[in-house]
């Protein structure tokens, strides 16, 4: 059912409201997208534009920090909290810097599941917080940690196999440079739930099972490096769906921690129960995509540590959490023009009737213009049966183009207006009428560059207009985007039905907006066609405004080219000469080409409309 709020109260955790007809940012000064968006436009740039937003970084870690605090307050819990950010949600520099700068009071630190994610938190980490290292290590890896280390950093390798265990062993041997700390990930035999549940199980990529973790546990003692030994760490996947896995997570991977602290594992103090808080992607209150909050989440996990550590008499430990879609999806929303309504050659304004039109139109008309809440069921099925029957007549050469175009016009305003009329009443048949009249909104964006989880992994984002919220949006709404590949379509789907609005393009702008964005999707989007990351503005908004802190320009076309390995000079070069040689302009004509064609090279791919 057509739904002018957008389910904002399912999936926006207060983050935006519709005022006048306009979502805003419930924060502060309380600008509006849109205007946000025209700011920016005016300024000369087109095409899609991904809105960064720091306060609600800063906002989900502080959410973070309070539920877990409480909670330790609440039950009396012994141990402390501490969280990092994991990188490969999201690596930009300008994320990065909102999570260190929002995180520093907390000291709130960095994981790193590769080389370059390393080097990243090592160097982008505040002073005092702790980096975690986590994914498979080799040498160079293990002694990159070394470094960090010795360096002054709180840094802690797990340990994903004994393998890895006994570089770190070597390392230690073989260098001066200080040993960091050592976890290790534990193999559960508990699974997790949801799209991504990899990580846990008994058949788990990562970790090591209860008789691995005992060897490690006497290679550590052997190499007198079981001090180092300070963390028990698993992840049982991402946008975990349901409470219930890790909870079951947590009662194993917390009595492996108290049997090992019970085999003279002194130095242990950090249970790390990795990431996969979920995010709401789900626009439709009935299939909320998770099913607990925060504060019962942070509250279940210390209670049962709290409850597993005091049956075995050990210490409560530090609890580590290494959550990331929960801290930045909501930062970035996509903001994507639409360029053109398909079925826009089915509105009024293009009906031409003629002085005198065969009768079945003139019918047509009427039913049209007399249709109301009462009689619109009968007069659609009139008006069905009479479409038959023109096409008929159009088919044996009865009546011509104009009238079939004009029928056809009329047809589809009369179930436009039933649908209107019988809103919130769907049956059947309303139901298929509507698939049938779906509108496709070409969006100046790419689905495989901005929402590749769209793609990938069927994962809903949500989507609504930014402006024009003060009218009931009617249209059932497929999107397309400009790749030239029949994947690139978000399609309509009566369990998640979009409704957009009748928009004249030529007239007026229409700027839908895509939630959530922020994890994941930036490193995961591909140059499918060769269309780069849009451009990207960092917007801080004070009590005031807003000023735009930061902006990242799309990659031009030479460079995307570039990236992929051409020569752009050998490019230009060739595109020079043949337009030196051409036969077919004059010399005068040739110089402005040029330097057309230099300007074009220059932008970006996306489409540069007026609108
Ligand atoms: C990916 C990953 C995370 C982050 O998961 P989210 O679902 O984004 O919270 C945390 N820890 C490890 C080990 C990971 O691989």
Redesign the pocket.
């Known amino acids: 059912m057509p739904d002018k709020s957008y389910a904002l109260d399912v999936w926006s955790n207060n983050n935006f409201i519709v005022e006048n007809g306009l979502l805003k940012l419930n924060f502060k000064s309380m600008p509006s997208l849109y205007e946000i968006v025209k700011d920016i436009r005016n300024e000369g740039i087109k095409g899609p534009l991904l809105l960064r937003f720091p306060h609600l970084i800063k906002k989900q870690i502080e959410a973070l920090y309070h539920n877990f605090q409480n909670a330790i307050e609440i039950n009396n819990y012994k141990g402390g909290f501490k969280a990092v950010f ?1 990188l ?2 999201n690596q930009f520099p300008e994320v990065v810097k909102a999570v260190t700068k929002a995180g520093k009071r907390y000291n709130y630190g960095l ?1 790193a ?1 590769s080389k370059a994610e390393l080097i990243l938190a090592m160097s982008q980490a505040n002073k005092d917080s702790d980096i975690t290292v ?2 498979f290590k080799d040498e160079e890896m293990i002694t990159l940690g070394f470094i960090a280390s010795s360096m002054g950093h709180n840094i802690t390798l797990t340990v994903e196999g004994l393998g890895e265990l006994k570089t770190i062993i070597d390392v230690a041997k073989k260098t001066n440079l200080k040993t960091p700390n050592i976890g290790i990930r534990v193999r559960l035999h508990s699974v997790g739930s949801g799209a ?1 549940a990899k ?1 846990g199980g008994m058949d788990a990529k990562f970790g090591l099972s209860s008789t691995e973790i005992l060897e490690a546990i006497s290679l550590l003692n052997e190499a007198r490096l079981l001090d180092n030994l300070t963390m028990i ?1 698993f ?1 049982i ?3 975990m769906s349901d409470i219930a896995p890790i909870k079951r997570a947590l009662r194993e991977a917390g009595n492996i921690y108290a049997e090992l602290k019970m085999l003279g594992a002194d130095s242990l103090k950090n249970i790390n129960i ?4 979920a995010v709401e992607y789900e626009q439709h209150q009935s299939q909320k995509s998770h099913n607990y909050t925060l504060e019962e989440f942070s509250s279940s996990v210390v209670f049962l540590l709290a409850d597993i550590m005091d049956t075995k008499g050990v210490e409560h430990p530090t609890i580590f959490t ?5 801290v930045v999806a909501s930062h970035a929303v996509l903001i994507a023009p639409v360029l053109e309504l398909f079925s826009q050659d089915y509105q009024e304004r293009h009906l031409k009737l003629k002085e005198k039109n065969p009768p079945l139109i003139e019918e047509l008309k009427e039913l049209y213009d007399y249709m109301n809440q009462k009689n619109c069921i009968e007069y659609l099925h009139d008006a069905l049966d009479h479409i038959e029957s023109l096409l008929t007549l159009f088919d044996l050469g009865y009546i011509d183009l104009q009238d079939r175009s004009n029928a056809e016009i009329l047809v589809h305003n009369i179930i436009k207006k039933a649908l209107y009329l019988k809103r919130g009443q769907t049956t059947t048949e309303l139901m298929q009428l509507q698939s049938h009249l779906q509108e496709r909104y070409l969006i100046n964006a790419s689905i495989f560059q901005s929402l590749p989880d769209y793609w990938g992994l069927g994962q809903h984002f949500p989507i609504m207009p930014i402006h024009h919220l003060d009218v009931e949006p009617l249209r059932p709404a497929s999107i397309w985007d400009i790749t030239c590949d029949s994947d690139g379509e978000i399609a309509f789907n009566h369990q998640k039905p979009l409704y957009l609005h009748d928009i004249n393009v030529e007239e007026e702008d229409y700027f839908l907006g895509f939630f959530n964005v922020g ?2 999707q930036e490193t995961l989007g591909m140059n499918h066609n060769l269309f780069s990351y849009p451009n990207q503005f960092t917007v801080e908004i004070s009590d005031e405004s807003y000023k735009i802190t930061d902006h990242k320009d799309s990659k031009n076309i030479l460079q995307i080219l570039s990236d992929i390995g051409y020569e752009t000079k050998t490019i230009l070069d060739k595109l020079k000469k043949d337009l030196k040689n051409s036969t077919f302009i004059d010399e005068k004509e040739k110089n402005a080409t040029l330097s057309l064609l230099e300007k074009y090279l220059n932008q970006n791919g996306y489409l540069r409309t007026t609108n």
């Open positions: 994991p490969k949600v994981e599941g986590n994914g991504w990580s760490h992840h996947g991402s946008q990795g990431g996969g808080l290494e959550s990331g879609r929960f994890a994941y």
